[in-house]
């Protein structure tokens, strides 16, 4: 089995990989000024000369490009599309599921598709996967490029694909067909474990080998209480319609960028600058086009409003020289209290606190209370059976976790002013499952 998809590219030297990333940074910002209404007149209107942008230092000369700005260039706020570029073959439309607003229109060449599925090509190979596997793919088909991406990257491997597109499919679909992996999100793999478990198909005896975790960020916590009830390893990926895909190799030590194609910039909370390498900010992302190809939506400087940190720009355990970043994690995401910021994620890694699993489903949900003086975030548990449950120690564990690196909000939990309670509920008590669509686990109600 070879552990490269792409070994050349992928094993660069951080010299090659450097001149490599500036040279398709030059054609890309030509290419959008050649074909991209938004960026043609852009550059005449701040008398810019594309071939003034040469390295990735440049694209802070160009604008950061957000979802706003994509929904206010596009019809009916504007006669055309104008971050569709002019002179390429579309092969296929897509529109974002538009929960914050107008849905934005993406469009994608044939070149675009390929570029899509080497990024999962590479990823898959770097966990291990290779010709022979069977994976289903339980995120959903439709508008959504990932798991048509996907499918297509298992044809460059030799992997067989069961399209499902969602984590509901019946446990005969594993017991006749053998799949050696499966990719979904982490609350998904919780409840298959379940249903497998409670259809006489234990997940550890199963012939899964990996599980591919996406979709949303998660705390450390929950990927190693899926790995022990799966028995086996669950990697992480970072994806999105815009073009981003990052994802871990097996020795998961961050996640692998591949920089010859996507080009991440982590910018300071005023977008100003680049953060120092190391710090946590922005991921602002540039779609590289090598030369000669051809795409259909060209985003410079796009603001995912998602943020980061990187974890290394040197080679790996596994060999590859591409840069590591840690698990991403959503802005919207993130509440402020007592001017101290805390995310999704921490209460995830309260709540998986290893003991606390005996007791729990791991579904929770987190609601922010109060004004500026006095905060109150309630959480609530689902329990398989709340009459026996211990609620202390589960509380304790919270606790003990969620303050443990934020000596800020620490103070103000013992001065009372941050109070943070609980609720306990049987299995469908939360209040999100009344609601369609992903869950919101953290809801800021001030
Ligand atoms: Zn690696």
């Known amino acids: 089995m070879s552990s490269y998809f792409n070994e050349e590219i992928e094993t660069m030297t951080r010299d090659e990989l450097d001149a490599l990333v500036d040279a398709r940074i030059k054609y890309t910002v030509k290419y959008a ?3 991209s209404p938004f960026y043609r007149k852009w550059f005449k209107e701040n008398d810019i000369n594309a071939s003034d942008i040469k390295s990735h230092e440049d694209l802070r000369e160009l604008p950061i490009i957000t979802g ?5 260039k596009q019809p009916p706020e504007t006669e055309e599309f104008e971050f569709r570029c002019d002179g390429s073959e579309i092969y296929t439309i897509h529109e974002t599921s538009g929960t914050s607003g107008t849905p934005k229109a993406f469009f994608l060449t044939w070149d675009d598709w390929n570029r899509y599925a080497e990024k999962y090509a590479r990823s898959f190979t770097s ?5 022979g596997d069977c994976v289903v793919v ?3 088909y439709g508008m959504n490029v990932g798991a048509n991406t996907m499918t297509l990257a298992a044809q460059k491997i030799g992997m067989t694909i069961i399209p499902e597109g969602k984590c509901t499919f019946p446990v005969r679909i594993i017991k006749n067909f053998e799949p050696t992996g499966i990719v979904g999100s982490i609350f998904k793999f919780l409840h298959l474990a379940k249903r497998m478990e409670s259809e006489g198909l234990p997940p550890q005896e ?6 591919v975790a996406g979709g949303e960020s998660f705390a450390e916590e929950s990927r190693r209480y899926l790995e022990e009830i799966w028995g086996v390893p669950v990697y992480n990926t970072y994806g999105s319609t815009e073009g981003t895909m990052c994802g871990e190799c097996s020795k998961k030590v961050g996640l692998h960028v591949p920089e010859d194609i996507v080009h991440l910039d982590i910018y300071n909370p005023q977008f100003e600058d680049f953060v120092n390498e190391g710090e946590c900010g922005r991921i602002v992302l540039t779609t590289l086009i090598p030369e000669g190809e051809k795409t259909g939506t060209l985003l410079l400087n796009y603001d995912t409003e998602d943020t980061t940190t990187v974890v290394s720009r040197e080679k790996c355990l596994c060999g590859r020289t591409h ?5 991403p994690q959503r802005e919207t995401e993130t509440v402020w209290v007592a001017g101290n910021p805390f995310n999704k994620v921490d209460i995830e890694r309260g709540v998986f606190q290893r003991d606390n699993m005996d007791y729990l489903t791991g579904e929770y949900e987190a609601f922010l209370y109060g004004d500026e003086m ?12 709340p009459e026996n449950c211990d609620k202390d120690m589960i509380e304790d564990n919270f606790i003990k976790s969620f303050l443990e690196f934020k000596p800020h909000l620490q103070q103000v939990h013992c001065d009372g ?9 049987g299995p469908k008590g939360l209040e999100f499952y009344k609601i369609r669509g992903r869950p919101k686990r953290l809801v800021d109600r001030r």
């Open 33 to 35: 000024f050649d074909n």
């Open 68 to 72: 706003k700005t994509i929904r206010e």
């Open 127 to 131: 966990q291990g996967f290779g010709k």
């Open 138 to 140: 339980c995120a959903s």
């Open 206 to 211: 199963s012939s899964i080998k990996r599980l």
């Open 323 to 327: 840069m590591r970043i840690i698990n």
């Open 374 to 385: 006095e905060t109150a975030l309630r959480v609530s548990m689902e329990c398989e059976d």
């Open 417 to 425: 002013n941050f109070k943070i309670l609980f609720n306990f509920t």
